[in-house]
């Protein structure tokens, strides 16, 4: 007899959505676990700037993937996609209940669909591959890629800047090679039976949340939180101290600009962010669109039947 799949019930939305308080709210229902799906809190250290749930509400509600590395080492899509599968394996087997939710969508595809199927590109990446390239020519990508991936460079021309560049963003995103994922034939094989929830929030609600989280960072001390990460060698070179809101606060403590205008930066960047994930999730045909709080009655209602192998 063949084994069920696990089920997972993932939470989606943009940032400032509501995406922890509903995961927190489901599994609090029906004792689940969260599996966070987030790049930045799974550093230690940084907590305000990250939204990371404080440790007493971890404490009721399990969370996973959180608060498992320093800010200096490396994780990227296929690391968290060997985290999330092994850590949703455990808790299958214990019988619990999962709920995924974190806000960066590329680690659920990854999770979901494979690490090639549906990777969206990264634009800083390719303007920096673009930049080299205008440098140096595309023979020099095509050279870096021979020494990190041969299998794919032979099947590429060296002229050909647009594959040989999208198999180097491909191993930048996942660490993997493109040869050795394709070889996997995992695509469109599905590991786990899930279901997607998208969180809906009309636009200038949005904005109006996102202005509220970034002046309760700051209220609660985001600055502190940066001089304190600096003061202990994490300087702001670290990918995680680049990310929205660190970087911003990282030029106000080098003296680039003034506290007012770092938090107006963390605002419009946020919000441009959250503008870049809606355009990613409503092209994603399997989500579910609520509006919450009005369809939790309805969310814990599908959660429900997807744990019962409905």
């Not at 004792?31 to 440790?55: C, F, M, N, W």
């Not at 060296?158 to 594959?163: A, H, L, Q």
């Amino acid at each position: 007899m063949k084994e069920k799949k696990p089920r997972l019930l993932v939470i989606l939305g943009p940032t400032a959505s509501g995406k922890s308080r509903l995961a927190m709210e489901i599994a609090g229902a029906l004792d689940g676990e969260i599996v966070s799906s987030d790049s930045l809190q799974v550093y230690r250290h940084l907590d305000i700037g990250t939204a990371k749930p404080p440790p007493e509400e971890r404490a009721r509600t399990p969370h996973h993937i959180v608060d498992i590395l320093e800010p200096d080492e490396e994780f990227n899509a296929g690391t968290f996609r060997r985290e999330a599968s092994s850590v949703i394996e455990s808790l299958a087997a214990a019988g619990k209940k999962i709920i995924v939710a974190g806000g960066t969508y590329l680690y659920v595809k990854a999770l979901l669909s494979g690490l090639i199927e549906g990777l969206p590109a990264d634009r800083g990446l390719r303007a920096a591959l673009g930049k080299e390239r205008a440098e140096h020519g595309p023979e020099y990508l095509y050279r870096r890629l021979a020494s990190i991936d041969p299998e794919s460079a032979s099947k590429i021309h060296p002229r050909d800047y647009v594959r040989t560049e999208r198999a180097l963003e491909v191993y930048e995103l996942t660490g993997q090679k493109m040869s050795l994922l394709q070889s996997l034939h995992e695509f469109g094989v599905r590991d786990y039976d899930y279901v997607k929830i998208g969180i809906n929030v009309q636009r200038e609600e949005l904005r109006r949340r996102i202005d509220a989280r970034v002046d309760g960072m700051i209220s609660a001390g985001l600055v502190d939180e940066v001089r304190r990460l600096r003061a202990v060698g994490y300087g702001p070179g670290l990918k995680p101290m680049q990310s929205i809101g660190y970087k911003e606060i990282n030029a106000y403590l080098d003296g680039e600009i003034d506290l007012e205008r770092a938090v107006e930066l963390i605002k419009r960047d946020t919000k441009r962010f959250a503008k870049r994930q809606m355009t990613w999730l409503r092209a994603d045909k399997e989500i579910h669109w609520l509006d919450i709080p009005d369809g939790m009655e309805k969310v814990l209602e599908i959660a429900e039947v997807l744990f019962r192998g409905e």
